[in-house]
């Protein structure tokens, strides 16, 4: 996943195209900031990508101090193989077991061959010829026909649709001989052979049984380790995706914060009047509105305690910045609630001398575009 994502140098404008009072030039700079808070979401998406990982890789496992250690110490993180590296050892161990699997087969072929060289082998090296023998009532009986032939051809087949371990075709086996006993009388030939020769196949699978048993063992164990240290070379990729974007939010919020700037300089003083409108919107909120509204008065004031039983906001101690913010917030908020009270009409009008003067018109406009910019983090995280 790519973390380059290209942010404007918005230090670079023209302040004279900000001061520039057409409506062209307004747009333009209304566009500028669209165009740096899509980057913002963009990065943001990508966070929550990282954090749903994190959050799925929790439930799991790598609860160990091993797991947990590697994502926070950089030294440890360059000593854990990439994920592409993971993946040729696991194409290389899957490799590897293939070929042991492959020997046990062969080992097991033997053993079939002795079955099927035994004098009483012949009724099953064939599918059971049903219509020959009018058998009508077979299919009733056996679910899943089975043969020496069949399994012969499974074994040598190299499309990919032969047996993948020795213990499917020691079920296939077992299946010839069961379904022999099942059909026929206990007491006929073909009962009587099938159990015969399924007691002499059970003796010889029980030589080779540990070998199955030990390199399954050991598949096991390959096969835990390799997820094992998936997730470690997951989390660490993340990890470092993570600082990326984290630098990349920080230098993005620096350049949001020069243009917040530049602009609040260029736009008209909230007036008293407005304040104290303002101030009584406030009072209008609903409790989490009203939460997230101290919030944005705490961002410029680190001293301001926005979680206090008791609040003492003094308006006309904020910035500018602060207050076209708040003016903004609250005017959204209220509309949200469906809200037509004359106290939202009144943050919606400015004085009678503002709407005949459409310089400050076009001003007003340059503050909405960057008053509704979201704000970002307000110092950068520590890696």
Known sequence: MSMEVPIPD???????????????????????????????DK???????????????????????????IVKDKDKEKHIPSIKKQQQDASRREAAAAKRMQELMRQFGTILRQIMQHK??????????????????????????????????????????????????????????????????ERSDVHVMAKTLLEKFEEKWLQLLPKVTEEEKRREEEEAEAQFDMQLAQEAAHAKMARD??????????????????????CRKITTEEKRKLGAALTKLSPEDLTKALEIVAQSNPCFQATAEEVDLDMDAQTESTLWRLKFFVKDALEAQGKTSAVAVGLNNNNGNDNNNSNNKRKREICDAIAKTVKKKSKKPSS
């Open 10 to 40: 918005v230090r670079n404008v023209e302040i004279g195209n900000i001061a520039n009072d057409t409506a062209a030039g307004i747009e333009g700079f209304r566009h500028h900031v669209d165009k740096i808070s899509g980057k913002v």
């Open 43 to 69: 990065l943001e998406q990508r966070a929550n990508e990282i954090e749903q990982f994190y959050s799925s890789t929790s439930k799991k496992q790598l609860s160990t101090s091993k797991g947990s250690s």
């Open 120 to 185: 009483w082998a012949w009724p099953f090296m064939e599918p059971v010829d049903v219509e020959g023998l009018k058998l009508h009532d077979y299919y009733e009986v056996i679910d899943k026909p089975m043969d020496f032939s069949t399994i012969k051809n499974q074994m040598e087949a190299k499309d990919g649709t032969g047996y993948k371990n020795v213990r499917e075709i020691c079920a296939d086996v077992r299946l010839v001989f069961k379904n022999a006993m099942k059909y026929n009388d």
């Open 245 to 266: 974007l984290s630098d990349e939010l920080f230098e993005l919020d620096v350049h949001l914060e020069d243009l917040r700037e530049l602009v609040v300089q260029k």
